[in-house]
């Protein structure tokens, strides 16, 4: 997935798992989670979650943007929270969606279907905006109110 380092291989052996264990717990081929955690393919944000579930840890911790796994107070994703975080933080940036659109590399009609609730956003996509307003991928899915990431090799 480009620039995202997912933990998934990490993971999967710190619990003893195989590829087959894993995508038979998520309902899946082998061949797509392989692709998965080799980081060929894009991961759905549902897929994402239920892995962050098995795991037990942060989408954030689990697509390798934090060393450290902070503890969501959901397991869910809340697509209405999403929609509400992406609109208040754009406003609180004072941007309007084509200026994020152009700063994100977006096309602004893509971005207003996150803000409408029309689409949802690959997780590459959604990884991206949460690095641009460095914010938790988990605070603006749902699965926790706290909004800061530490960032990996950041202090603290």
């Known amino acids: 997935m480009r ?13 003893n798992l195989k590829q087959h264990d894993v995508a038979q717990k998520l309902n899946i081929k082998e061949d797509t989670y392989s692709k998965w955690e080799r980081g060929i393919n894009d991961i759905p944000l ?7 579930n098995i795991y037990k840890v942060s989408i954030d911790y689990l697509l390798g943007r934090t060393e450290k796994n902070i503890l969501t107070t959901s397991n869910k994703i809340d697509l209405s929270t999403m929609q509400k975080r992406l609109l208040d933080l754009r406003k609180e940036n004072h941007l309007s969606q084509s200026a994020l659109a152009e700063k994100i590399g977006f ?9 409408q609730g029309t689409n949802i956003p690959t997780t590459y996509k959604l990884f991206h905006i949460a690095s641009y307003y460095n914010v938790s991928m988990d605070y603006l899915l749902g699965r926790t109110d706290q909004k800061e990431v530490q960032k990996k090799g950041s202090a603290n």
Not at 3 to 15: A, G, K, N, Q
Request: glycine share 0%.
């Open 107 to 115: 096309f602004q009609r893509t971005y207003a279907h996150y803000e």
């Open 3 to 15: 620039d995202i380092e997912p933990m998934l291989l990490d993971l999967r052996l710190d619990h």
């Open 46 to 52: 549902d897929k994402i979650n239920e892995l962050a």
